[in-house]
């Protein structure tokens, strides 16, 4: 099964820093997802990337920027962390045979901006 | 535009009694449907995709069915079991192009003994 590893797990971040969330697959999918979770919410997609050196935009990016060095990694930045991006987020990677766009998820990182 | 709606946000049965979870969709390219499912602290992991329509498709004791004339993608199971208990999100294949998944908001199943 495909294997996608997100770090930290845990991030207690204060108003107004940076993060970084990172997450590496090693299974050579070519796009790969940055999820955030709240509740009533369910999964909502914040960027994305078709490869190395891609990112897009997804439906709530604002305050969110994304990188993709490599096949491998993907990393989500919050440049001026808000109590309001206290959630759970999740990485996912996923092969485009056809449109069957199957997603292998991370365990998630929990981030709380205090 | 692309959209999924779970109209339960919290279900909860009795251990051996059936279950089916909502899922209606909107979109307009040809619908490929998918039911995650969350167990709690883990991560979404995929339970079962839509086939051909009217083809029910079957994983793990759940099954669904696509149905195109009413656009529903239902979840059920004929005996809900106490590990049943979890997350499920109903996703939608978007039609933009970009292999994107759009997701529903989730129904937490709780099964009691």
């Known amino acids: 099964e495909a294997a996608v590893t997100q770090s930290p797990r845990n991030k207690v971040a204060v108003t107004g820093g940076k993060v970084t969330l990172s997450c590496n697959q090693t299974n050579n999918h070519n796009n790969m997802y940055w999820y955030r979770q709240d509740t009533g919410h369910g999964l909502r997609l914040i960027h994305y990337s078709y490869g190395a050196g891609s990112t897009e935009k997804g439906d709530i990016p604002d305050g969110y920027k994304a990188s993709r060095p490599s096949q491998e990694n993907f990393s989500l930045i919050l440049e001026l962390a808000t109590p309001s991006q206290t959630s759970v987020y999740f990485c996912a990677s996923g092969g485009d045979r056809g449109g069957q766009n199957t997603l292998y998820f991370g365990a998630g990182t929990r981030l709380s901006v205090l | 535009g692309d959209s999924v709606t779970q109209t339960e946000g919290l279900v909860t049965l009795t251990k051996g009694l059936p279950v089916m979870l909502n899922c209606t969709y909107q979109t307009t390219y040809s619908p490929f449907l998918f039911w995650y499912v969350q167990h709690l602290n883990e991560a979404p992991k995929l339970l079962l995709k839509?086939?051909?329509?009217?083809k029910r498709t079957e994983h793990q004791g759940f099954y669904a069915t696509l149905h195109k004339s009413s656009s529903s993608f239902h979840l059920q199971k004929s005996s809900v079991q106490l590990s049943d208990s979890a997350l499920y999100f109903c996703a939608l294949r978007a039609s933009s192009g970009s292999w994107q998944l759009i997701f529903g908001s989730g129904t937490q199943l709780t099964v009691m003994p």
């Open positions: 839509s086939s051909t329509d009217n």
